[in-house]
């Protein structure tokens, strides 16, 4: 019998490719494995391959025909209690967490049977004691997973059938009682349900007859309803069609729909998107109002991996403002965001950051960012930067762009060209003892060039005016670029540093500044016209100026170190700095940059420079030569803590800094002493509340003439600044005429965190999860609006008042104050607020309310604004997965609605 055995065993090894790991061999389940015969073979051994000829392919070539074996690579099998080989059936049986792979397949099932003549596998799983069936089968292909009840597979045709399936397709699952999957991997299903809820009973789903999945392309069903928590609802639908490609694809956007009051109905976000790649896309979406009204917009996101990446949007609007078409204009607005951001690699940068448009975008077209909507600076800024191989030189070529869209004015710097040389030793080699200054010699070099255009017409002269600003268009743009203001400007900074008594710090310098430019001003007083007359002359015109100075500073610790208490140690950090700088007089007729010029028929005069409104300005009139001190302070303390049988203190630090600052100069005439400025930052509450001081004290004595009464009541205070010190009077050190005292807190139980280090965190994950850069922004912008669960509450609170008086007028407060916060009511509830006070008005700003409600797959944002100009509220109950986004209700009311 055993020889028999042998030769059967011998017999078929050629004609099967299977490879088995046994992890235990035990005796078999009384509950599930069968019982073995003769005929039934009962490997202990650790691995076996069998190899079988039915399994045949015909493979054809242009050439000839060739056959070829249908399993192409090893089949690997193992199971925890036993695997019996019945070669009279050709049947290997798996039992107790048995694992199969083939390729890109896996299985794993309680009880797995493969026969290797029919290349046919049967998985499912075995019930326990009370009848719980245990180890149902999971189904891997491809990456593809598939929870199942039972499963049928033929290795031979890559079908299968599968009864009581979940499978997932990216951020989608289907359950489906029976499904076929075909050779191309392509589901078909009966009474299926399609959802995003992750749960064995999800709480919604689109339930289906028949359902069709193609894998990492498109879903399509037949007849379909919406069930909600295993119910079905009214929404009854004859097809669906639900795309989820791995790979960006093109497709229509639809558009939202609604009411203004302003430009009436509409259909808004309408569109196209164009996939043109995995690394360009754009979106052309368009808007049209019953009024009259109509917009487009451009937006495309684009990255060139390990180069850059950047995104582009661009919106065009033709709104017509008025009710009947008679009163009526036209307002056509555009404005463009771009961003572009290098990745490391190789030394040339280029980098943009464009924000800018008609400066009556936002009051014609309102959008729902607050942020866009309250901004009046918007700035833009273009560069490109290198540097010059085998030398210290480098070089940045940039444009940049400043608005304010209250005022209209706009500043175009196009070009500014700057090159750059690092910082020089010429002497570091030198080895001299005791001459280690020399050593440290330095000096660098700078050249900044710019060509500035501007619709403040009224800025290159004495001074600019209110109407001084000019449209800026195509036909002004002639007369802006020919008034263009230009110049370059050198720079030479020589600086070196000793030790002085072995622990001060000495730092000598000196620089040179030369400013170039291709014209010059000439103020005359015309006799006829009666006022200063301004010639321009077109000429290359240069200006010269120098300065010397040297600094000395060191650092100073003092420690005590209380015998009682709580308190330990008590340490103070001095930073004592003194610095002399020396510059002469530039408004001397010697230089030829200042000239006195007559203003009017009285004869009065005024100093005028040839330089005035430039770009660079002139260099400064007066002598200079100053002393300038400060002296900053830390203070830190060293406490035991309560209840803390450890020997080591908490350190606490009582002042962050706390500093004094202010300059005499010497070759003044008068008022030498400059304001004493005073400034402090701590914190309080184990660092819950930061505390920012700041005060400036003017330490000459002010005398007061008179008071006067004007014709609207206004006390009109006539006062003189003399030059005689407060102290010399009797009165202190000074008077003082500016306070500004900061609070800020974020009552966070985790600990108190910087908005900052929240923004970026927020921002890389964004960024990480593929987020556009339209996302990234609104998140750097609105970092509250994300929700937390795991914060059980939060309150942000800041405070400022600014406290101003001159000599002996009423002082003037001004105070503001900033506040936010969110809190948890439940697991799942979140409320948060946004406000602020307006203390001159006694009003509150621009205050908004956003609750919060997370239903596991779905979710609930609300958002109310209750009054202000911006007054709004929105409602939006939606699909948290994005596959299903547009599975939404929402109700919204904004404040351009009103």
């Not at 030398?391 to 004015?409: G, K, L, M």
Request: hydrophobic share 35%.
């Amino acid at each position: 019998m055993r020889r028999y055995i042998l030769i059967l065993f011998i017999f078929f090894i050629p004609f099967l490719s299977v490879s088995q790991e046994v992890d235990t061999v035990s005796q078999k389940n009384d509950n599930a494995s069968p019982v073995t015969t003769n005929d039934t073979i009962r490997t202990e051994v650790d691995s076996v391959q069998l190899l079988s000829d039915s399994a045949q392919a015909n493979v054809v070539d242009t050439t000839k025909t060739t056959r070829k074996g249908d399993i192409q690579t090893t089949v690997n099998y193992k199971a925890k209690d036993s695997v019996n080989f019945n070669l009279k059936t050709q049947d290997i049986i798996m039992y107790n967490t048995a694992h199969v792979d083939y390729g890109d397949i896996e299985l794993d099932a309680d009880k797995i049977k493969v026969n290797y003549e029919s290349k046919i596998l049967d998985a499912q799983g075995l019930a326990d004691t009370l009848g719980t069936v245990r180890g149902k089968p999971i189904f891997t292909d491809k990456g593809q997973v598939y929870q199942t009840e039972e499963i049928t597979y033929n290795f031979d045709t890559k079908k299968a059938i599968i009864k009581g399936v979940i499978t997932q397709q990216g951020e989608a699952f289907m359950h489906s009682e029976w499904i076929k999957k075909n050779e191309k991997d392509e589901l078909f299903g009966e009474h299926a349900l399609y959802t995003t809820c992750n749960l064995e009973h999800p709480h919604f789903g689109i339930s289906a007859n028949k359902i069709k999945m193609i894998p990492n392309d498109k879903i399509l069903i037949g007849p379909f309803n919406l069930e909600i928590s295993e119910i079905p609802t009214p929404l009854l639908l004859p097809f669906g069609l639900f795309p989820m490609p791995n790979t960006k694809t093109s497709g229509i956007l639809f558009p939202t729909y609604g009411e203004e009051n302003r430009r009436g109905f509409f259909l808004r976000d309408g569109g196209y998107y164009w996939a043109m790649s995995e690394y360009v896309d754009m979106a052309l979406r368009g808007e049209i109002y019953s009024k009259g009204s109509y917009g487009l917009s451009l937006a495309s996101n684009y990255k060139k991996r390990y180069s850059y990446n950047g995104n582009l949007n661009i919106r065009f609007n033709q709104q017509r403002i008025g009710e009947t078409e008679a009163d009526s204009a036209i307002a056509r607005d555009f404005w463009v965001q771009w961003s572009h951001r290098p990745e490391s690699k190789g030394t040339g940068r280029f980098s943009a950051s464009v924000n800018g448009g008609t400066s009556s975008f936002n009051s014609n077209n309102p959008t729902a960012d607050y942020q866009q909507q309250v901004n009046a600076n918007f700035t833009s800024n273009i560069s490109y930067s290198n540097v010059i191989q085998g030398t210290p030189f480098n070089y940045a070529v940039s444009a940049r762009h400043n608005q304010n869209v209250i005022t209209n004015e706009i500043d175009i710097l196009l070009p500014e060209v700057a090159l750059n040389m690092n910082r020089q030793y010429p002497f570091k080699q030198l080895n001299v003892k005791g001459l280690n200054w020399v050593q440290k010699l330095n000096y660098s070099y700078n050249f900044t060039s710019t060509n500035r255009i501007t619709n403040n017409i009224g800025r290159v002269g004495p001074e600019a005016t209110e109407d001084s600003i000019a449209p800026f268009n195509m036909e002004t743009l002639p007369y802006l670029l020919e008034r263009a203001n230009n110049g370059g400007r050198h720079k030479i900074p020589v600086s070196t540093s000793f030790n002085l008594l072995k622990f001060i710090t000495a730092s000598p310098n000196f620089s040179y500044e030369d400013i170039w430019y291709l014209k010059e001003l000439n103020h005359r007083y015309s006799d006829s016209l009666k006022t200063v007359v301004i010639d321009t002359i077109n000429q290359f015109s240069r200006a010269g100026s120098y300065s010397a100075g040297i600094g000395f500073t060191t650092r100073l610790y003092g420690t005590i170190y209380p015998s009682k208490g709580a308190v330990k140690a008590v340490r103070h950090i001095m930073t004592p700095s003194v610095n002399l700088s020396w510059r002469p007089d530039f408004g001397e007729e010697q230089y030829g940059i200042y000239k006195e010029v007559q203003t009017d028929s009285l004869g009065n005069t005024r100093i005028f420079s040839k330089y005035e409104g430039f770009v660079y300005g002139s260099p400064g009139r007066g002598k200079s030569g100053t002393i300038s001190l400060s002296l900053a302070n830390t203070i830190e303390m060293k406490v035991k803590k309560k209840n803390d049988t450890s020997d080591t203190p908490q350190k606490v630090k009582i002042f962050d800094n706390l500093s004094f600052s202010t300059s005499y100069n010497v070759i003044a005439d008068s008022f030498r002493l400059a304001p004493i400025n005073i400034n402090a930052r701590t914190n309080l509450f184990n660092g819950k509340l930061d505390v920012n001081l700041q005060t400036t004290i003017n330490p000459y004595l002010v005398i007061l003439d008179s008071v006067t009464t004007e014709a609207k009541g206004a006390m009109e205070y006539h006062q003189r600044r003399v030059d005689t010190y407060a102290w010399e009077a009797g009165q202190g050190i000074g008077k003082l005429t500016n306070a500004v005292l900061s609070l800020s807190t974020n009552l966070n139980p985790k600990g108190k965190k910087s908005d900052d280090a929240n923004r970026n965190s927020l921002e890389g994950r964004a960024r990480e999860a593929g987020a556009t850069e339209d996302q990234v922004q609104a998140i750097a912008n609105n970092p509250d609006m994300y929700v937390d669960f795991s914060v059980p509450w939060n309150l942000r609170v800041r405070y400022n008042i600014r406290w101003s008086r001159i000599g002996f007028e009423e002082p003037t407060i001004t105070q503001t104050a900033n506040f936010s916060g969110d809190v948890n009511f439940t697991e799942k509830w979140k409320v948060g607020f946004t406000s602020g006070y307006d203390f001159e008005k006694n009003d509150f700003t621009q205050t908004s309310f956003n609750i919060f409600r997370d239903l596991h797959c779905w979710q609930i944002n609300a958002n109310w604004t209750p009054f202000g100009r911006f007054q709004s509220f929105s409602v939006d109950i939606g699909v948290k997965a994005s596959i299903l986004q547009d599975l939404k209700l929402n109700r919204r009311r904004s404040w351009f609605d009103n």
